[in-house]
C-alpha cells in the first residue's frame, strides 16, 4: 500500500522541516512512503529548503517530488488538496499542516493495518490530532484513492475537514480512526492570546483568525452548505457508488 504523506505550505520553514522530520523519523516501511510538498511558485524561502534538506531526505531512503503552483492562497486551499490527488498515486492521501508533528513509532504500520483490507471502497481516514479527537471532523484529513476516482475531487471548500466528514456521514461511507499520535501546535496554544504563530500571510488569511475567532471566519468553513451543488454532486457519486456495489 502507497501512502502519499502531503504539506501545503508557505514560508513556514522551520516548522515544516520539524513536522516532516517527525514523521520520517517514526516510519517503518519507507518504501511505501512518498511525501510531497505543494509549494507556490513565489515561495522560493519553502523551495530553498526543501533544495537545502534534500540530501536528508534521500538518506531516509523515502521518495518525495515538489508541486509547485500559483499562489491560490487560505481561502482555496481545496485547490492545492485537489492538485496533489490529482499528480500522486498513492493508495492513501494524508493532508499535514505544517505544524502538526507525530510522535508514534511505526504510525505507517498502524495506518496499513486499519486502510489496507478496505482499499476497495471509499474511505475517509479520521486522522486526528490529539487535541482535536473530540471533533467529528479530520483535522488532518485524509482519504483513500477510490474517493478520489469516484468524486473527481478532494473538496471545493475551504474547510475540506467538515465537506469530507459530512460527505461520509450522509452517503454512509466507512470512517477509519488509525490510533497513532499527531499533535498539532495551533491548537496546544489555542487559548493564548499571544500564540506560537508569526503572523504571516497564512495568519492573517486563516489560521490566525481561526485561533482568536476574528471577523470573517464564517468564510473560512463552507460556501453553500449541504445545499451547494459541488457538495450535492459529489455525494450523489458516493451515493450512486454504494447502490452499484450493492447491485453488482
Same mark, same amino acid.
Not at 496533489?84 to 499528480?87: H, L, V
Given at each position: 500500500?502507497?501512502i502519499?504523506?502531503? %504539506? ?12 516532516l ?14 511525501c ?8 522560493y ?32 486551499? !481545496?485547490?492545492?488538496?485537489n492538485l496533489?490527488?490529482?499528480?500522486t498515486?498513492?493508495?492513501?492521501i ?23 483490507p478496505? &482499499?476497495?471502497?471509499?474511505? +475517509?481516514?479520521?486522522t486526528q ?22 468524486t473527481k ?7 475540506s475537514?467538515? !465537506? +469530507?466528514? %459530512? ?12 490510533? !497513532? ?14 500564540n ?23 468564510? &473560512? ?9 459541488? !457538495? ?17
Open positions: 500500500m502507497k502519499n504523506l502531503t %504539506w501545503i505550505t508557505r514560508k513556514r520553514t522551520a516548522e515544516f522541516v520539524y513536522s522530520s517527525s514523521f520520517l523519523s517514526n516510519c517503518k516501511n519507507k518504501s511505501n512512503v512518498e510531497v510538498f505543494c509549494v507556490d511558485d513565489d515561495d524561502e519553502t523551495l530553498e529548503t526543501i533544495k537545502r534538506i534534500h540530501p536528508m531526505i534521500v538518506q531516509t531512503g523515502i521518495d518525495y517530488k515538489v508541486i509547485t503552483t500559483e499562489r491560490f492562497g487560505y481561502f482555496h486551499i !481545496y485547490k492545492y488538496q496533489i490527488a490529482e499528480q498515486d498513492g493508495d492513501v494524508i493532508y499535514v499542516s505544517d505544524d502538526m508533528f507525530c510522535s508514534t513509532s511505526g504510525w505507517d504500520e498502524i495506518l496499513v493495518d486499519s486502510v489496507l478496505h &482499499l476497495n471502497e471509499p474511505l +475517509l481516514i479520521m490530532p490529539v487535541e482535536d479527537r473530540g471533533k467529528f471532523w479530520p483535522t488532518m484529513p485524509s482519504i483513500n484513492r477510490k474517493w478520489f476516482e469516484i475531487r478532494v473538496s471545493t471548500w475551504t474547510g475537514d467538515v !465537506y +469530507l466528514a %459530512w460527505l461520509a456521514q450522509d452517503a454512509g461511507i466507512k470512517v477509519i480512526k488509525p490510533d !497513532y499520535e499527531v499533535h498539532q501546535l495551533s491548537r496546544f496554544y489555542s487559548n493564548e492570546k499571544d506560537w504563530s508569526i503572523i504571516d500571510e497564512t495568519h492573517e488569511e486563516g489560521r490566525g483568525r481561526a485561533i482568536k475567532g476574528g471577523p470573517g471566519n464564517e468564510n &473560512l468553513l463552507v460556501k453553500g452548505g449541504k445545499e451547494g451543488k459541488d !457538495y450535492q454532486q459529489d455525494l450523489n457519486n458516493l451515493l450512486n457508488w454504494r447502490n452499484n456495489e450493492k447491485n453488482s
